[in-house]
């Protein structure tokens, strides 16, 4: 299976134009002092790996580690979902939360999934797969540890309008990233319709019955209608919801998945 083809066809040329915004504003900003940019972007690794480790050890303060003794049939649905997307070692944490959320993170082996506690109650086995599949694509994609990099980047801009351009071009490959990601979701759920209620159930919360889902797909359908949603979405990490979704169809009916979900079989 080529994981490569899980990839948004957009991420990687945003990725470029960011990282050639990101020199740019260095070159611009920075001047003279030109010669001090490798060693300030080398600080900011470390500064950026730092922060990610002080989070990781924060969220392991509260988090439960899911093993195969301690929540045998999440463990072995997070192993198959795994298994499809090929990741390699990584562990998972359940994070006692309110929130919908869930996110990977880390730069080295093994990598971190974390789910908050409310997904398990409102969601199926699909719709986790779906959610897993789609944290763990960040990690097979390599999303985890350019966002890591680049984003302890962004946290530092040189100046105020370095800075709104860092965020605008980051953001922009961020929201590339979540649709490579949502591919990888759907690969390892197999279901568009379990994938879709996942993405619904993240905005709506719980979801119950078709009408409840029709009805939470209508007020989505309507997001993108409004220049104020369009504006805030070019300021945000994640498209919008209507948007994941449509790409999510696009992709489901394409060549490439039907190719990689037969790999998988
Ligand atoms: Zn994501």
Known sequence: MRISLLRDPSEQPILIVT?????????????????LVPLGAVLIVVLAYQMNQAHHREIMRSATRITSQSAPSLARLAAECGQTLNTGPFELYVLPARQLNAYTFGISSPRVVVLYSPLLKIMDASELSFI???????????????NTLLGG?????????????????????????????DRAGLLACGSLEKAISALVKLVAGDVNTQAELDLALQVLDAQDDSPVNVLAESLATHPMMIRRIEKLREFAGSAEYRQMAGAGK
């Open 153 to 181: 980047m962004a946290g530092m801009p040189p100046s105020l309008g370095g800075a709104v351009i860092f965020t605008f071009a980051f953001r922009w490959w961020n929201r590339a990233c979540e649709y490579s990601s």
């Open 132 to 146: 897993l599949g789609h944290e763990l694509g960040h990690v097979v994609l390599n999303h985890t540890w350019i």
């Open 19 to 35: 990282l050639l915004v990101i020199l740019v504003v260095f070159v611009l900003v920075a001047g003279p002092s030109l010669c």
